[in-house]
């Protein structure tokens, strides 16, 4: 049974590019998080995605956006890159978005921006 | 403004001893604590969770304590082994679409 899969692994963008990753969520999951976690930093949540809505954001701009799809899966969208969005981007799933639905982490993207 | 404070930054412990990781928080409105793990190279890994409604919950070798007057979270690793070696993040739940709120994280390191 897959756990929760990301794509890329690494990637290094300039700035003020666009960045799009990928998330796949453990098998018989329907909620997706996101988070952003930097350097010597715990992970900040970016948003919640269930049934194909956002359902809470987290204090993020608007230039980070995202999107689930019918199978579960989401991307996180980043415009307008800059040297801060540096980090490691972690995808979380669960079978709900209850308070008591444990989120299970994917290995996280590594994203670097120039 | 931290929210979730871990004022540890490493530990090391021996072999075979106790680990106790500590954590405090600024809200008492908190109803839902987690404690994960993370390796390098790997997403954290959910260990253990307490509701506001408990002082206490155990899992194995875990253990999580909450002293709500004090706003006080911490876990005891009995007994301590190289496997646990490793960051420890501790985090709440405020609401169920809400995501976790996240410590900065305690490097756990147990010495042979």
């Known amino acids: 049974d897959a756990g929760v899969t990301q794509s890329p692994t690494h990637l290094i963008k300039t700035r003020g590019q666009q960045v799009t990753l990928r998330c796949s969520p453990k098998?018989?999951?329907?909620?997706v998080s996101w988070y952003q976690q930097a350097l010597g930093q715990g992970p900040q949540f970016i948003f919640q995605?269930?049934?194909?809505?956002?359902?809470q954001r987290g204090n993020f701009p608007d230039r980070f956006s995202g999107h689930q799809f019918p199978n579960y899966s989401s991307e996180l969208n980043v415009n307008a890159l800059l040297l801060g969005d540096s980090a490691l981007y972690l995808c979380?799933?669960?079978?709900?978005?209850?308070?008591?639905?444990?989120?299970?982490f994917g290995p996280g993207t590594r994203l670097t921006v120039l | 403004d931290q929210q979730v404070k871990q004022n540890s930054p490493s530990l090391s412990v021996q072999e075979g001893r106790i680990s106790i990781l500590n954590c405090d928080y600024t809200?008492?409105?908190?109803?839902?604590f987690l404690w994960y793990k993370k390796y390098p190279a790997e997403g954290p890994t959910f260990l253990i969770s307490?509701?506001?409604?408990?002082d206490k919950n155990e899992d194995g070798r875990f253990t999580v304590f909450l002293n709500k007057s004090a706003k006080h979270l911490s876990l005891h690793i009995v007994p301590s082994q190289p496997g646990d070696s490793a960051v420890y993040f501790c985090?709440?739940?405020?609401?169920?679409?809400?995501?976790?709120?996240f410590g900065k994280g305690t490097h756990l390191i147990i010495q042979p």
């Open positions: 979380a799933s669960s079978t709900g978005p209850r308070t008591t639905d444990t989120q299970y």
């Open positions: 098998s018989g999951h329907d909620t």
């Open positions: 995605y269930y049934e194909e809505e956002e359902r």
């Open positions: 809200n008492s409105m908190f109803d839902y």
């Open positions: 307490i509701s506001s409604i408990k």
């Open positions: 985090a709440y739940r405020l609401g169920g679409a809400d995501g976790l709120t």
